[in-house]
């Protein structure tokens, strides 16, 4: 197999709470006995070790033996390995080769760079490069606007990355962070024809990361700043915001947020609540909580309480940083100190943003009424959505294989391509507002339900949606709208 594979027991169990998943596909060729079960014997193997076939090609054979690949979804890479021992047990059975799916697709990157002009002759040449190319430059120095219409500034965006909270991996540097931007490229080219490149730093410093970006800013109409370790990002962030004269969006931050207030807006449109009248828990005060929390506040929430690391934030604590001293000032109106079972104890949401398996079934059923829940640590949620599900009305999670999946795609290719369209030259509060509504009415009152509160990422209405909304509060506004705190 393709990357890197742990042996396990025969006869181990997959958790429960990992169920096969695309990412975790593998393909096995195996050589087998050329008898009438012989498929049959392959597939049911698969199945008992509970794994799914969602492909069997058949690639060589005779009279004695069959070559077969078998494609399935697994677990995990231990559940792979489960899968494959289980096939190679079976008599009259080689396993010739494993590939792991996701790798092979990976192999050279993700993403190429492609002319928009053809080079076929001397005089095309000419335009595209020398000597035409200097009058353009030319048009550039006079007047350095034209910059935005004469060049990929236009259209482009810096996903930039220092490698210090990638995914839920961590801190793991600039180059094993480098897939994860490739794909952030590819989701903007796919869904919002935004052309974006991959910026990845070896460096952990604050001000090294806000001159280096300074410097390449000119060549970007947007930066897309992404897996950056909180406290820092909010630092990264501001100076940045100061500094440039086109839109910064922290993505773990703000995409976040605008798809937690789009989900929630549907959501309590489901159980007849209004969202000034609600208390909300957070759990996870770090980058993704905290712009939730600024953006429930900004759009009227009745009241939230913000849970960490060290308990539920409240006044009277000491040695807060910046942000966390903000949210104690702004938030938790009772200023409730206790643990996290206590806090969503009566409270109409629950939001997580922080780790797995946190709260039990039991937990959410002293909940209020009609409560809602998104659980969005991945790949194991705070609580399991099933038994969530038992007392709770409408249950989010981010996996794919559950309803209600919250996911930044569908925030921001539709927030830069609106805010390129327009030429923005910041990224502010109100645009995020006007995302969320947008995403929340591409479903639809008259659609929306407990299992149908966000649409499908790959609904073509979205990005649309989003962009013109963010167009409109750039071309509606008289004056520069105010920054994000």
Not at 177 to 205: C, H, Y
Not at 342 to 363: H, Q, R, Y
Not at 414 to 442: K, P
Request: with cysteine.
């Amino acid at each position: 197999m393709a990357g890197p594979r742990r042996s396990v027991m025969k006869g181990t169990k997959v958790s429960t709470m990992r169920l096969p998943s695309a990412g975790f596909s593998i393909t096995i060729r195996v050589a087998v006995t050329a008898d009438s079960s012989a498929i049959g014997r392959l597939t049911t193997a698969v199945g008992e070790a509970g794994a799914i076939v969602t492909a069997l090609d058949v690639v060589d054979s005779d009279h004695v033996r069959v070559v077969a690949d078998l494609t399935c979804d697994t677990a995990d890479t231990a559940h792979a390995d489960q899968v494959v021992d289980a096939l190679g047990a079976l008599d009259g059975v080689e396993v010739r080769k494993v590939s792991d799916r996701t790798f092979l697709l990976h192999l050279g990157g993700k993403i190429e760079v492609s002319p928009k002009v053809t080079l076929r002759n001397r005089d095309e040449l000419s335009r595209a490069y020398t000597p035409g190319v200097a009058r353009v430059c030319m048009a550039i120095a006079e007047n350095p606007a034209d910059a935005r219409r004469l060049t990929i500034k236009r259209n482009t965006v810096a996903v930039v990355s220092d490698g210090s909270a990638v995914l839920g991996l961590g801190n793991i540097g600039p180059a094993a962070s480098l897939p994860v931007m490739e794909g952030k490229a590819a989701l903007f080219k796919r869904f919002a024809n935004v052309d974006a490149w991959p910026i990845v730093l070896d460096t952990q410093d604050t001000d090294e990361i806000v001159q280096i970006v300074r410097a390449i800013a000119p060549a970007y109409g947007g930066i897309n700043l992404e897996d950056i370790a909180a406290p820092r990002c909010f630092e990264i962030e501001a100076r940045l915001r100061e500094l440039l004269d086109i839109p910064v969006f922290h993505d773990d931050q703000h995409g976040t947020a605008i798809c937690v207030l789009a989900a929630l807006t549907n959501a309590l449109r489901v159980v007849g609540k209004q969202i000034e009248d609600v208390r909300v828990v957070v759990s996870g005060a770090g980058a993704a909580g905290t712009a939730i929390m600024k953006l429930l506040l900004k759009q009227g929430v009745g009241d939230v309480i913000a849970y960490d690391r060290a308990g539920a934030l409240h006044r009277g604590m000491n040695g807060l940083n910046p942000t966390h001293q903000w949210l104690v000032e702004h938030t938790n109106k009772t200023n409730y100190s206790g643990d996290l079972p206590g806090a969503i104890k009566g409270a109409d949401v629950f939001i997580g943003v922080s780790a797995p398996n946190l709260l039990t079934g039991e937990d959410i059923a002293q909940m209020a009424d009609k409560a809602i829940v998104f659980a969005l640590a991945n790949p194991d949620p705070e609580v399991d959505p099933r038994e969530a599900r038992k007392y709770a009305a409408v249950v989010a999670t981010g996996r794919s294989d559950q309803p209600n999946q919250i996911n930044n795609v569908l925030a921001f290719p539709g927030i830069f391509r609106g805010m390129l369209d327009a030429q923005a030259s910041e990224y502010t509060e109100d645009m995020a507002l006007a995302a969320a509504q947008a995403i929340a009415d591409v479903v639809g009152e008259e659609k929306v339900n407990a299992s149908y509160i966000v649409p499908s990422v790959f609904d073509p209405k979205v990005a649309p949606a989003v962009a013109a909304a963010v167009t409109a509060v750039c071309r509606a506004a008289a004056l520069p709208p105010e920054p994000i705190a």
